[in-house]
């Protein structure tokens, strides 16, 4: 069993940044990807970026592409999301989330592929 927990949210304005974390423990060894999901109230959670924790593969959705940087530190077992050039529309809860399945990017960035998720973080982008 893995558990996650996020940190590193918060308030800026229009094209500041802020880095999240995401610290796992547990049984690590057995994560094959994780993703960062955005959510905001009366939406879906959506995925944003992927990475595949073999090889650092990453993926991203086209509305942070470019802005939005996923990477992960084997060693400390940490997720982290490098955000810059923010938008209001970035704001809401982020959250991560790790599988044991090594899936195809597209279904990673689904929501209802993953079990195990952290509590969330909140980003508020003001213009």
């Known amino acids: 069993q893995v558990e996650l927990v996020e940190s590193g949210g918060g308030s800026v304005q229009a094209g500041g940044s802020l880095r999240l974390s995401c610290v796992a423990s547990g049984d690590t060894y057995s994560v094959a990807c994780m993703t960062w999901f955005h959510q905001v109230p009366g939406k879906e959670r959506e995925g944003v970026a992927v990475?595949?924790?073999?090889?650092?593969?990453?993926h991203y959705t086209d509305s942070v592409k470019g802005r939005f940087t996923i990477s992960h530190d084997n060693a400390q077992n940490t997720l982290y999301l490098q955000m810059n050039s923010l938008k209001p529309e970035d704001t809401g809860m982020y959250y991560c989330a790790a599988s044991p399945y090594d899936m195809d990017y597209e279904l990673a960035l689904l929501r209802d592929r993953y079990k195990t998720w952290g509590q969330g973080t909140q980003v508020t982008v003001s213009s």
């Open positions: 990475i595949y924790t073999d090889d650092g593969t990453t």
